[in-house]
């Protein structure tokens, strides 16, 4: 942050803002777009706006994750719900796994955010296999330029 003026930010802070898929395609293209060997979107029967579609697609699958924050978040209440359902359904010395019970729930709650994250990137792998299936030219152009 520059201290003179709290509401901008550097070049240095916008380009880990911007360290995104999508981001990272454009900027390799705009440094390396003019080298010699490097993919040229004509060999690929690829426009301007076929790239910025995809990127854009690609990069709001990639994103449905959510921020870290949130991911947190969803994680701890996930993992606390059996543990609460526990505790409305039985009174504490009646637990039916007796001092076990807390831990036991947890344990629940763990495996059922495993679950939850694993049908999460099952999901995205499907969306992100089926943006590639819908444009194959474009998906081969940005492999290629992020080989080079």
């Known amino acids: 942050m520059n201290p003179t003026n709290?509401?901008?930010?550097s070049e240095n802070e916008t380009r880990v803002l911007l360290d995104d898929f999508q981001?990272?395609?454009e900027r390799k293209i705009e440094h390396h777009g003019d080298e010699q060997g490097f993919p040229q979107m004509a060999d690929y029967q690829v426009t301007q706006a076929d790239l910025d579609n995809y990127l854009f697609d690609k990069?709001?699958?990639?994103?449905?994750?959510?921020?870290?924050?949130?991911?947190y978040t969803m994680a701890a209440i996930i993992i606390i719900i059996p543990l609460v359902i526990?505790?409305?359904?039985y009174p504490v010395n009646e637990m039916p796994w007796g001092q076990w019970s807390p831990i036991l729930a947890i344990g629940a709650g763990l495996l059922l955010w495993g679950v939850v994250v694993a049908l999460q990137q099952a999901l995205i792998r499907m969306r992100?296999?089926?943006l590639d299936q819908?444009?194959?030219?474009?998906?081969?152009?940005?492999?290629a330029v992020l080989n080079t």
Do not use: C, N, W
């Not at 709290?6 to 930010?9: E, R």
């Not at 526990?86 to 359904?89: P, R």
């Open 59 to 71: 990069q709001a699958i990639l994103d449905s994750r959510g921020t870290e924050k949130g991911r």
């Open 23 to 25: 981001h990272q395609v």
């Open 134 to 143: 819908q444009q194959p030219d474009v998906a081969k152009y940005v492999e």
């Open 86 to 89: 526990l505790a409305v359904m």
């Open 128 to 130: 992100l296999t089926k």
């Open 6 to 9: 709290p509401f901008h930010i």
